[in-house]
């Protein structure tokens, strides 16, 4: 365990495992530290989370050739309405509109990972030291350093893909943004009355922004933001009361909602790292920005910290340069730095907007919202950041192999 790593990744999630296939076949000597066993529960459950993953995550998954695996169980977003209970602005938003087959998809965190894993573990050149727990990390000019319970490991650069609660963020003291919502996401699956028809609904609420979107097997992945105060009363609802209060927010679009699966909650903060970077080791992922669900672009944006990350770090290889150096981090920094703030300004923006009623303000919203409707060219622009196909694109997420 002492010989160095190339590169280190800490974290087998999402963001981590497709960092870690993105950068092999390339020379490079790789491991990939997680702290739970890494394995995908075989039998489905009607209660499997759901994930929003935009158009262009599917084609960072299409040019790393995991998306045939899991294609079959994602569901398109075909189109999108937005609108304010008790107010007059919508709008919509359509894949065809924009040429594209879907505006996103909806998949399961459990067929996602099975989209996933098995690719990883046929790597040749990627060491999968799971389960294993990181005590510690530093790093000095040379190397990047970790322990774990049974040993060190070393690298030429440590990626932090840990989680919003990333102990290698804080054991190597990247400063860190916080706000708090003083809120909290309420998560189930729900079937409606009538077909979704693979529209995403984001509808604005009295008691907070409230999402329905498109699943397999006829489900709904609804994601409601509800104040902390209110937290405990709407997890007590029984399975028909919980169904009245979402149809009493949500209306009869998709007719009488039927059936309600397990609710859970979690709080909502804002986390973002600005400065992500230093030498030896970056920070991506959650652990370098932990958003608000409402614009559905949390994985997303980490998603496209990998495809950033993997050109760079392949093409100072390629050019016999220190993948790790400060120089080389500095680049993936400059190229991320702009679509990182964006997302992060605008999805504080959108959650204080939709949660003051003060009526000037609710006025203003609805006409904002109504004049999308009404201005194709903007629509089109709110489309393009949705999918995550806006300002200087990777390779990845262009389609193309690195």
């Not at 999630?13 to 490079?28: E, N, P, R, T």
Request: with cysteine.
């Amino acid at each position: 365990m002492s010989q160095p790593y190339d590169i280190l990744i800490i974290g087998g999630g999402m963001a981590g495992a497709s960092l870690a296939i993105a950068l092999s076949g390339h020379g490079l000597r790789l491991g990939l530290v997680e702290a739970a066993p890494l394995k995908v529960e075989k039998v489905p459950n009607y209660d499997d989370r759901g994930i929003a993953l935009s158009y262009g995550s599917r084609r960072i998954f299409s040019a790393l050739e995991v998306w045939e695996g899991m294609q079959n169980q994602a569901q398109p977003i075909e189109h999108i309405h937005v609108s304010e209970q008790g107010g007059f602005g919508f709008t919509h938003l359509h894949a065809t509109e924009e040429q594209v087959p879907a505006l996103g998809y909806v998949i399961t965190a459990r067929d996602l990972g099975a989209g996933l894993l098995p690719t990883l573990e046929n790597l040749d050149d990627v060491d999968l030291i799971a389960p294993a727990r990181v005590r510690w990390a530093r790093v000095d000019d040379a190397q990047a350093h970790i322990g774990l319970e049974n040993g060190e490991l070393h690298a030429r650069l440590l990626v932090a893909a840990d989680g919003g609660n990333s102990l290698v963020r804080q054991q190597l003291g990247f400063a860190v943004r916080c706000r708090e919502y003083h809120q909290n996401a309420i998560t189930a699956n729900i079937t409606p009355g009538n077909p979704h028809g693979n529209t995403a609904w984001e509808r604005f609420t009295t008691h907070g922004p409230m999402a329905l979107l498109p699943m397999t097997e006829s489900r709904c992945a609804l994601v409601w933001t509800v104040a902390d105060k209110d937290v405990g009363e709407v997890l007590s609802l029984n399975d028909e009361q919980f169904l009245h209060r979402v149809q009493k927010g949500f209306g009869w679009r998709l007719g009488r909602l039927q059936q309600a699966g397990k609710r859970t909650a979690y709080p909502l903060s804002q986390l973002w790292v600005p400065d992500a970077v230093q030498h030896r080791a970056v920070v991506i992922g959650n652990a370098a920005h932990t958003l608000h669900p409402v614009a559905g672009q949390g994985f997303n944006l980490g998603l496209r910290d990998v495809a950033v990350l993997a050109e760079v770090v392949l093409d100072a290889w390629r050019n016999q340069q220190d993948p790790g150096s400060l120089d080389t981090l500095t680049r993936y920094q400059q190229w991320r730095r702009r679509d990182q703030r964006g997302v992060v300004e605008t999805t504080n923006l959108l959650v204080r907007s939709f949660s003051n009623d003060f009526l000037p303000v609710k006025l203003a919203r609805n006409l904002g919202v109504l004049g999308l409707e009404a201005l194709p060219p903007a629509r089109h622009a709110i489309a393009r950041a949705a999918m995550g196909l806006q300002g200087h694109l990777p390779r990845l997420s262009r389609g193309l192999p690195l």
